[in-house]
């Protein structure tokens, strides 16, 4: 018999929990009505008992695994360290050794949940930073984006193993599709850019083939959602301002779009009519879609939901670990960074 | 009598040249009916004098002043150097030294520009990198933001020079509103980010006072928009990226808006009602209002127009430099570069 794949998941963590994160939960086995998994829910358990009852949850593919504590939104790394060993969040993390988890998520404290997965999993031999990636829609479907924040400055070796463990990640949530590599720059000729990005752009050109990632070479900001490369490698700086960036145009151009179509009487009659096909361009274009953003590089993986997010963005981030795992991330990475050990 | 301001333009640079600046002078001309301006036009007589004929332009504010040759767009800074000196662009630079001209307009090749500039002009004092600052459309109106990609590396004097001049700039061109400096950063609070960012920012906040500008410590991505802070400062590099993924963003937005909004019968009958919302909406973020990128730190403004611009986007750059003579831009820079050097 095949393994489940198990998802530990911090039912404590991130605004309205474990409201919103059971909520999820019921979506989620709503919506895949496979038995191919386990959802393990770290937390109070007469709270998740009394979630459960409200959403009508009576599941064998779900088991509570209680604990005391919650990490604080305004807990330090530092003194989470010391604090954290009866939390939902640690326990949820250390389920991946004690057990048999493949994957946590958490919608809790950013800072500490990185610390706590470092020390709990450890990092891949050879790999000397972990990443934040992150989903991008584009006009071909998604793509993925990393780092986007876990480190502020990085060397060429960074980026290299950035586009071998996103190249990774892409083929594990997609696996009928293949990644094309780009580096994040200002410009797309080879003379451009830092010396840093030359050196890497040097070395993914001849890492580039079939079996790894096609390297497309530079991409500029405004090319990023075209979708013709779908593994977007740049320092952990620019990936937050890009992605920030990209949001906050989004939301200006959105509300500005709504004040001009709720302005006069015409205006507002054209609403009816594009009631459904404005519905679907708001679905297509989501948040909540691509919510959850992985660290990768460490020994197993932990998905991080967005704090403020709702159940709906919620079970989009359990969909994206079930994804993950059934499409073996971790061998995937490790055959990827075997390939680079090869080259070096 | 007061001195006219006077508008060196480059008639042969960029895509549709001259036909395209020329036009957009009419434009101008159009528009503008004051008397307080010349507009002196570089480039093949023969060739603008039958444009202006085109366009109907007889005006005693129009003046031509004869080149023979043009820089050509796949010209390197390197060569142009040594063969420009009969070109539109070399001579509309050099206007400011020969032809008592304020402020110098090219659409053409932007390198090759910025290296002529700084050749002519000279660096003011006290500033050791020019900078390239743009407009950006904001919830409060227009943004100012620096530097766009003239220097991918930037110190923490870089940072705080550009604010000096970016104030100054954001001055001229709005005299009515006071500038708001913010630093682009990944977090808002003053522990994150690079050494150099932390440097910059306490600095900053030494600056701070009502009559140079106002510093509103760090800004993060999505929050660029909003218009609290108008005037923003980062390295070429993460500037370069932000611009250009803002764009990509909103192209990919309106894109598909427009995709949903004529993907069935209902749909194109909201068009009916709404055109009247959806052509505001579209004139009010339109980016050629945003076309033209100002070279600071030389003694001499000199205004990048993009070279793919239509005549009603050469307009807007017209325009713009006329706002920043009558905003006495370089003045500006030098009060704020002058309370910069008692404080240092």
Redesign the interface.
């Known amino acids: 018999m095949k393994k489940k794949i198990i998802i530990a998941i911090d039912a404590m963590g991130g605004e309205n929990a474990p409201n919103k994160n059971i909520e999820g939960v019921s979506i989620f086995l709503k919506k895949n009505l496979k038995d191919d998994f386990e959802l393990h829910l770290y937390g109070d358990e007469n709270i998740i008992n009394k979630e459960l009852v409200k959403h009508n949850i009576v599941s064998n593919s779900v088991k509570i695994f209680h604990t005391n504590e919650a990490v604080a939104d305004d807990e330090t790394p530092l003194t989470a360290i010391k604090n954290s060993k009866n939390t939902s969040m640690w326990n949820s993390v250390n389920a991946q050794l004690t057990n048999n988890a493949d994957i946590t998520l958490s919608a809790g404290n950013t800072g500490v949940l990185l610390v706590i997965s470092r020390m709990i999993l450890k990092m891949i031999n050879d790999v000397s930073r972990p990443a934040l990636a992150g989903l991008w ?3 071909k479907g998604m793509s993925v984006v990393l780092d986007l ?1 876990a480190n ?2 990085c060397e060429e070796k960074n980026l290299i193993d950035f586009a071998e463990m996103g190249s990774a990640l892409f083929k594990s949530i997609f696996p009928d599709q293949k990644p094309h590599v780009a580096l ?1 720059n ?1 410009g797309s000729e080879e003379i451009k ?2 010396e840093i990005l030359k050196k890497a752009h040097s070395k993914l050109k001849e890492l580039s083939n079939e079996n790894n990632f096609i390297f497309n070479g530079y991409i ?7 979708g013709n490369s779908n593994v977007i490698i ?1 320092d ?3 990936g ?18 709504k004040k ?2 709720s ?2 009487i ?2 507002k ?6 009631y ?3 519905k ?2 708001k679905l ?2 989501d948040a909540r879609k691509y919510n959850g953003a992985i660290f990768l590089g460490l020994n197993g993986p932990v998905v991080k939901s967005h704090g403020g997010t709702d159940a709906l963005g919620f079970y989009y981030s359990i969909d994206l670990c079930y994804k993950i795992i059934k499409g073996n991330l971790m061998t995937q990475i490790k055959n990827n960074l075997k390939h680079l050990n090869v080259k070096n």
């Open positions: 829609p584009s006009q924040g502020i400055e994040l200002i850019g830092t500029e900001g405004n090319k990023l959602m075209e740049t952990g700086f620019t937050n301002v890009a992605l920030k960036t990209a949001e906050g145009t989004a939301k200006f151009l959105i509300d500005n779009l001009s179509l302005e006069n015409l205006s009659i054209s609403l009816l009519f594009s459904f096909s404005l679907k361009f297509k274009l």
